[in-house]
């Protein structure tokens, strides 16, 4: 590993079930009260050799039991918040042309930052965060001509390894319009490695077919005075094509994008982008039921795998018409889903869920196809009943008296695959007698998650949702024809909690480091997850994570967790030899404090 340092040799110094979690701790006292005798103070100073105080920089402190507080710099450089109540915080410093700044993070201008932990009445006056001026990416985004594109959109990307898959992610607030003349500029960017996106503005994504020279002779042979428009042929039109987005140094794939680094205040222009066309194509099909009968109006869904989002739209949708025809335009070479619903009691457009018209979507049809530069036609989209998911919702309560069932809300998302489009299932409200039914799910991929309305995390949490055996709050899959009836979803007040503090070899807190849990269990490796979990101490050491459920866990210290793959099997199995083993029992606090016994 180049990024990550595992400290082995963790020493477990106390381990233990010290009584059942209470989620009414002090809370109902935390939420009344308006201000606190806490305060913290300190200094924003430049990230370098000479520490210069940064005036009108932004502090922002969220956590305790208070709403954000937001303070701007002096002169030299100075903010304090005062009147706090006791609790965790959480410190972020920003300002234009300088890369944001977490307190306490191993890489500032990502988060987790180190919370700092106040006492009643503690005033901490020792807060310095550097803040170091952001680096610069410039250049010009042009056509394929050669000439300027106004208002083109431009964006830096991050490299990301989610569950073993390569994706690019765009940094915050990296993203611009360019100006009249095509020229951009991004500024107060973090140190790093980065991919420079752009794209043509989206009123000009749309397929058009470009005019020949032979056209234009055509035109002006048919215009003249001697000359009928019928005398020549007209010559053969050229297929439509449409702008795609570029990846520095002039690549259509971010994968073969040439990398940028930059360091703190580093300035790199002349990064220049020429926007490419490729030849553009069509679909037009119908959608049918089962019976075959057309499926009018219906809404079809073209999704494009790996799209990267603020270049280009991920998914688009078109309308079938009254005969069940649709037509999906401007699709540029590549691999597609295309993805309807509809609803066997009408011919209208099927609602999904959030107040459109219509009845409820009980019927799928799916397609997986590849565009190549060719129109493709007669694609038959054959609708199949959708599948049910249904159960019941029970409570567990252990120290208050349970919620109304209908204040329960169940999602069940889907977790998309390459081949599958990220589409979640229309929210279905519990019943006042907790019964509950999801209705026209389709095949994939997905995860069941349970909340209590206007509750907290320290409250309720989902214990299980129980199917012959299968616990679906897991991941797990639906196949067709594959309906779950008679699940139960089991809430409890009866929530683990796991805490300790981080001790370096000296006996010291180590406030400086991350804490990974994640199960013993390899089946579990699934991320993302409620089983895999990472938090940062405090500035006491201390760290403390509610809600995780009952069972077996390693716990990890690591130099830093920030871009990890936490579904990576092989990184999970190297952390877990330096990792110490705990038991998690319901409705119970367990502590661990853990010592760092080796060496980085």
Known sequence: MTRLVILAGLAALTAGALAPASGDSGRTQARQAAAGTAAISGQVVTADEHRRPVRRAVVQLTGGATERHVAVTSDDGRFEFRQLPAGRYTLVVSKPAYASTYYGARRPHRPPGTPIVLADAEHRTDIVVPLARGAVIAGTVRGAGGQPVPNARVVVLEHRTTNGRRMFVPIPSSSLTVDDRGEYRLYGLPPGSYVVGAAAPFPQQAA???????????????????????????????????????????????????????????????????????????????????????????????????????????????????????????????????????????????????????????????????????????????????????????????????????????????????????????????????????????????????????????????????????????????????????????????????????????????????????????????????????????????????????????????????????GDAGLLDEVSVGSVRVRLAEGEKTRQDVRLAGGT
């Not at 070479?333 to 309807?340: K, V």
């Not at 081949?419 to 995860?447: C, H, K, N, S, W």
């Not at 459920?549 to 130099?559: K, M, N, R, S, T």
């Open 208 to 566: 058009a077919r470009p005019t020949s020279a032979a056209e234009v002779r055509w035109a002006q042979s048919a215009s003249g005075p001697t000359t009928g428009a019928g005398a020549t042929p007209l010559p053969l039109l050229q297929a439509p094509v449409m702008p795609v987005p570029v990846y520095y140094p002039g690549t259509a794939d971010p994968d073969s994008a040439e990398p940028i680094e930059v360091g703190p205040a580093d300035e790199r222009t002349g990064i220049d982008l020429i926007l490419q066309t490729v030849t553009a194509a069509q679909v037009d099909g119908v959608v049918l039921h089962p019976d075959g009968r057309p499926a009018a109006n219906s809404t079809v869904l073209v999704v494009r795998p790996g799209t990267v989002i603020m270049l280009d739209s991920p998914m688009r949708s078109t309308r079938a018409d009254a005969s069940g025809r649709f037509v999906a335009q401007s699709l540029r070479p590549g691999r597609y889903t295309l993805f309807t619903t509809a609803s066997s009691a009408t011919d209208g457009p099927a609602r999904g869920g959030r107040g459109e018209p219509g009845a409820a979507a009980d019927l799928w049809a799916s397609e997986a196809i590849e565009v190549a530069g060719r129109d493709i036609e007669g694609l038959r989209l054959v609708l199949q009943p959708g599948m049910t998911l249904s159960g019941r919702v029970v409570f567990d309560a252990a120290s208050r008296p349970p919620p109304e069932p209908a204040g329960v809300r169940l999602n069940l998302t889907a977790r998309a695959g390459d081949d599958q489009p990220r589409l979640g299932v229309p929210y279905r409200a519990v019943q006042p007698d907790g019964t509950f039914e999801f209705r026209g799910i389709a095949p994939g991929a997905y995860q069941l998650t349970a909340t209590v309305a206007g509750g907290t995390p320290q409250e309720w949490m989902a214990r299980s949702a129980v199917w012959q055996g299968t616990d679906l709050l897991e991941p797990f899959e639906i196949l067709p024809g594959d309906n779950r009836a008679d699940v139960v979803v089991t809430m409890t007040d009866r929530l683990t909690e796991l805490s300790g503090t981080i001790f370096d070899a000296r006996g010291e807190p180590a406030p400086d480091f991350s804490v990974l849990v994640f199960p013993v269990d390899r089946t579990l490796w699934v991320y993302p997850s409620r089983r895999i979990r990472s938090t940062r101490p405090g500035t006491n050491g201390e760290f403390r994570l509610t809600g995780l459920p009952p069972g077996d866990y390693f716990v990890a210290v690591l130099v830093d967790t920030d871009g990890l793959d936490f």
